[in-house]
């Protein structure tokens, strides 16, 4: 009698409960597998859209592995030999706000300018030209070398900072990045809300 | 018309103007100190480098509103006789052929020297990248830093 209960009590549940639950665990996981590479594409294109800003000359153009800035939309060595220096502010006797003001020139070929203008300094230059997309994606991600900022930071910083904003207002005979302020800054949100994933290489 | 004060060549100085205006041209053609020289107006040059307060700027993008309450140094501020170690290493080098761009020149080498008492030849390269002379005379300039460099450490020494 007792051998009957316990089957009927416990073995017969067991025998159908158990490989109930590992079915819905299953389907579980793989529905989440799903949904995170759902997301992560999603990030990714996101990223794709915010590449295509940092990776036009008005932001390449400082954020570069060599000592020297570039200028123009071909990406030339900057004239006059300009050096990053050991702040990012240029040498002595050719600091960058010598010639760049708070404003832009007026005049086409004339320096361009912001607020402390300067390029990264070599302690942390955030260099993305020369990178693949996903390098770039990479490089913006780390606070090591994005400088220190996190993902929630990034997200003012792309929207708030001086430079940045610059972009879109770069003075005559220099062309924009292909989408607007309004529009990078929400990729840029939308990249890191779905988890700021980074293309595969 | 504003008032714009500022300090030239260790002269306070007070100046009904426009604080748009190019420092340049304040110093030009408001208070006639015409050793600074119009180049080619867009920063490119560097024929009317100026020192504002230890920077070697380009006087043609200053705003005369950037110079307010700070202190501006022409080729006139150097010396009453020429007896700054620049000038007189570029005397004793006979550096300049035309002369246009010499004044820029020695600014930035001032500003060089201050920073830096015994550069290199890379050193005074990059410094002086940004003053063009169409003359060519870049071998007598680097020649005449490094000289200017000696005459002050003299001087130092002699002090």
């Given at each position: 009698m007792k051998a009957r209960n316990f089957v009927r009590q416990v073995a017969i549940p067991f025998v159908v409960v158990f490989p109930l639950l590992l079915l819905f665990s299953a389907i579980g996981e793989k529905h989440h597998a799903f949904a995170q590479a759902s997301n992560d594409d999603h990030s990714v294109r996101a990223f794709s859209a915010v590449a295509s800003v940092l990776t036009s000359p008005r932001c390449l153009n400082c954020h570069v592995p060599d000592d020297g800035p570039l200028q123009g939309d071909d990406n030339h060595p900057h004239t006059m030999n300009v050096k990053r220096g050991p702040d990012g502010r240029g040498t002595p006797a050719m600091r960058c706000t010598n010639c760049h003001q708070d404003t832009n020139s007026q005049f086409l070929h004339a320096p361009p300018g912001r607020a402390d203008w300067r390029l990264p300094p070599p302690s942390m230059p955030l260099v993305w030209k020369g990178l693949s997309i996903a390098g770039i994606c990479r490089s913006v991600k780390n606070p090591a070398t994005n400088g220190g900022m996190s993902t929630a930071q990034l997200i003012e910083h792309v929207r708030d900072d001086p430079f940045v904003n610059w972009a879109w207002n770069p003075g005559p005979g220099r062309t924009q990045p292909p989408i607007s302020h309004d529009e990078f800054v929400a990729r840029f949100t939308e990249w890191v809300q779905t988890g700021a994933a980074c293309p595969k290489e | 018309m504003e008032k714009s004060h500022f300090t030239v060549n260790g002269k306070s100085v007070e100046l009904e103007i426009d604080p748009a205006t190019p420092l340049l041209w304040a110093l030009r053609d408001h208070l006639g100190l015409t050793g600074t020289k119009f180049g080619?107006?867009?920063?490119?040059?560097?024929?009317c480098t100026v020192i504002l307060d230890g920077n070697a700027v380009r006087s043609c993008q200053v705003k005369v509103s950037r110079a307010a309450g700070k202190n501006v140094t022409t080729i006139?501020?150097?010396s009453s006789d020429r007896s700054h170690a620049v000038q007189r290493a570029w005397l004793m080098e006979q550096v300049p052929q035309c002369g246009y761009c010499q004044s820029g020149q020695i600014m930035s080498a001032v500003v060089l020297l201050a920073s830096n008492p015994s550069p290199r030849d890379s050193d005074i390269d990059d410094a002086l990248s940004g003053n063009i002379c169409r003359c060519g005379t870049y071998h007598r300039i680097r020649k005449a830093v490094h000289r200017a460099a000696e005459l002050a450490r003299k001087e130092e020494k002699g002090a």
């Open positions: - | 080619c107006g867009i920063g490119q040059c560097g024929a006139e501020g150097l």
